[in-house]
C-alpha cells in the first residue's frame, strides 16, 4: 500500500500490525490487517477512504485501542486507520465556552488543556488519562461524572468526517452538526455518529461544549459495606432522597486489594464493598448534601461512612476506582461487563452477579458508576485456563439476559463493538435491527467501515 499512498506514514511490518490489530477486549476476535495508516489531517484521511474504497478493502479507524468490545479489532485484509498522530487542539473558544480538536486528543489532556482557561470538559471515563477524544466519541463514553453531568453525546456540537454513500461518494468530507448550543436543522447527523463505533465513516475533527471549572474542590463521602447487596441498597437509597452526586463509585474487596497490591496507595481493604460518593455543590448547601449522602448510607446498613477531609486520600480512593481494571489485568485475562439496569434494580443485580458466579464457578470482581445502575463486574481467568475461560464465557452470557430482564441494556458506554452483538439482537426488537442495517446499507453501502461491529 505504500506505492498507493505516496507521502503517508503506511505500516506493513507485522509485529507493528499485530499490535494495531486489536483493542484491549480479552478473547474478541480479530484478523490480520492489509496495513496500517497513520494520517495527520482530514486530507490524509480522505486519501486513505478513496483509495481503499476502490480497492474495496476494510477500513478500521482506531483511537488508543483501550476499548474493551472488540469494537476496533481488525478483519483480514483490512487498512487500520489509526488516528492517534491527529492529535491538535485546533482551537478553545472560551467566550463561547467550545474546543474543537482532531480525534487522537487524549480526554486528559484536553481538560487541562480547557482548565487553563477556567473551563472544564466532564466526560469522564476512567480510560481518561490514554483514551482519546475520538475513541470516546465513536463509543458515546460515560464515566465517573456522568451521573450528573451526562455522557459524551451531551458534549458534542458537531463533527468533521471522510464518509462515502450517497454523500458524494467514498472520501467525501462533510461538517455535521454545528457550532452553536442550540440548533435543529434537519436530523441530527452528528448525534448518530456520536455511538456509531466507526461504522459510518471516520471522525476526523470534533466540536465539544464546555462548561465552568467547579469553583471549589469536590466533597468525597465514604461507605464501606459488608456486602456488595448492602451498598446495593445505598445507592438506591441515594436515588429515592433526591440527591445527585457528581459521582457514586463502586469496588469490592478484590478490586481493592489488587489495586493497593500494584500501587500501594494506603487503602485498607477493611470491607466486601465500598461507596464513594463525589459531591460538588458548593458553600453551606454542599455540606448539607454530603452530610445527607452519608445518612443514607448509614441507613442501608452501612459498617461506616464520613465525610474524607484529607484531600490526599479522597483523591487515592478514586485513584483506586481508576486504576481497578489494569490492576485486575496483571493478575490475568479479565472478561469485562458493562450491563446497566434501572438505579432501583442495583442491588438486585449485584446479587444475581454473585449467584451468576457462584453457579458457573467463575470469579467475579465488581466496580461500577453506581450511581447511574452501570455495573462493571470483571470476570477473571487465569491464562491457560480453559475451563476458567468458559465459566467465564457463560457468567459473561447469563448477565446480559439478566440485564435486559431487568429493564436494562447489555452496554452503557463501551459499545456492541464484536462482544455484546448477540446482547444486542437480544435487548433491540427485530423491526429496530432492520432499521440500524438500513442506516449503516445507506451510508456505508460497500461495508466498508468496520465492518462485522454492531450489527454484524
Given at each position: 500500500m505504500k506505492d498507493v499512498l505516496p507521502g503517508l506514514d503506511v505500516v506493513d511490518d507485522p509485529d507493528v500490525l499485530e499490535s494495531l490489530s486489536h483493542d484491549d477486549a480479552e478473547w474478541a476476535p480479530y484478523g490480520t490487517p492489509l496495513a496500517a495508516v497513520r494520517p495527520r489531517s482530514t486530507e490524509d484521511v480522505r486519501r486513505v477512504v478513496a483509495a481503499c474504497a476502490e480497492r474495496r478493502i476494510p477500513i478500521?479507524?482506531?483511537?488508543a485501542g483501550t476499548g474493551l468490545s472488540g469494537g476496533a479489532n481488525a478483519v483480514d485484509g483490512a487498512m487500520v486507520v489509526d488516528l492517534s498522530r491527529m492529535n491538535r487542539i485546533v482551537a478553545i473558544d472560551a467566550e463561547n465556552m467550545t474546543a474543537t480538536v482532531q480525534p487522537g486528543v487524549i480526554n486528559d489532556d484536553l481538560k487541562r488543556a480547557v482548565a487553563e482557561h477556567g473551563l472544564w470538559y466532564p466526560p469522564d471515563p476512567a480510560s481518561a488519562p490514554w483514551s482519546t477524544i475520538g475513541g470516546n466519541v465513536s463509543t458515546n463514553a460515560g464515566g465517573l461524572?456522568?451521573?450528573k453531568y451526562g455522557v459524551t453525546r451531551d458534549y458534542v456540537l458537531g463533527m468533521e468526517a471522510v464518509v462515502g454513500g450517497p454523500a458524494g461518494g467514498y472520501g467525501t468530507v462533510v461538517r455535521l452538526g454545528r457550532q452553536t448550543t442550540k440548533g435543529v436543522s434537519g436530523y441530527d447527523l452528528a448525534g448518530l455518529f456520536t455511538g456509531s463505533e466507526g461504522t459510518f465513516g471516520v471522525i476526523t475533527e470534533i466540536t465539544v461544549r464546555l462548561r465552568p471549572a467547579r469553583r471549589e474542590a469536590p466533597r468525597t463521602v465514604v461507605g464501606a459495606f459488608?456486602?456488595?447487596?448492602?451498598?446495593?441498597?445505598?445507592v438506591a437509597g441515594i436515588t429515592r432522597a433526591g440527591l445527585l452526586p457528581a459521582a457514586l463509585e463502586l469496588l469490592d474487596r478484590t478490586c481493592l486489594r489488587a489495586v493497593e497490591q500494584w500501587k500501594h496507595l494506603g487503602i485498607s481493604a477493611d470491607a466486601e464493598a465500598l461507596l464513594l460518593a463525589q459531591l460538588d455543590t458548593p458553600g453551606r448547601a454542599g455540606d448539607d448534601e454530603a452530610a445527607a449522602v452519608a445518612a443514607v448510607f448509614g441507613a442501608a446498613g452501612a459498617l461506616w461512612a464520613e465525610q474524607s477531609t484529607d484531600e490526599v486520600e479522597a483523591d487515592a480512593l478514586f485513584a483506586a476506582r481508576r486504576l481497578a481494571y489494569p490492576a485486575l489485568e496483571r493478575l490475568g485475562p479479565v472478561l469485562t461487563e458493562d450491563v446497566c439496569v434501572p438505579r432501583s434494580r442495583v442491588p438486585e443485580m449485584l446479587l444475581l452477579i454473585e449467584e451468576i458466579a457462584a453457579r458457573h464457578g467463575a470469579t467475579i470482581?465488581?466496580?461500577a458508576h453506581a450511581g447511574d445502575g452501570n455495573l462493571h463486574p470483571l470476570i477473571l481467568a487465569p491464562a491457560g485456563d480453559e475451563a476458567a475461560k468458559r465459566a467465564a464465557q457463560g457468567a459473561f452470557e447469563e448477565m446480559l439476559t439478566a440485564a435486559i430482564g431487568m429493564g436494562g441494556t447489555v452496554t452503557g458506554e463501551h459499545g456492541v463493538g464484536l462482544?455484546?452483538?448477540d446482547g444486542m439482537r437480544q435487548e433491540l426488537s427485530p423491526?429496530?435491527?432492520?432499521?440500524q442495517v438500513a442506516v449503516k446499507r445507506t451510508l456505508d453501502p460497500l461495508n466498508l467501515f468496520n465492518p462485522g461491529k454492531v450489527i454484524g
Open positions: 478500521i479507524p482506531r483511537g461524572c456522568c451521573l459488608d456486602s456488595l447487596v448492602a451498598a446495593g441498597r445505598a470482581a465488581t466496580i462482544l455484546k452483538r423491526a429496530v435491527q432492520a432499521m
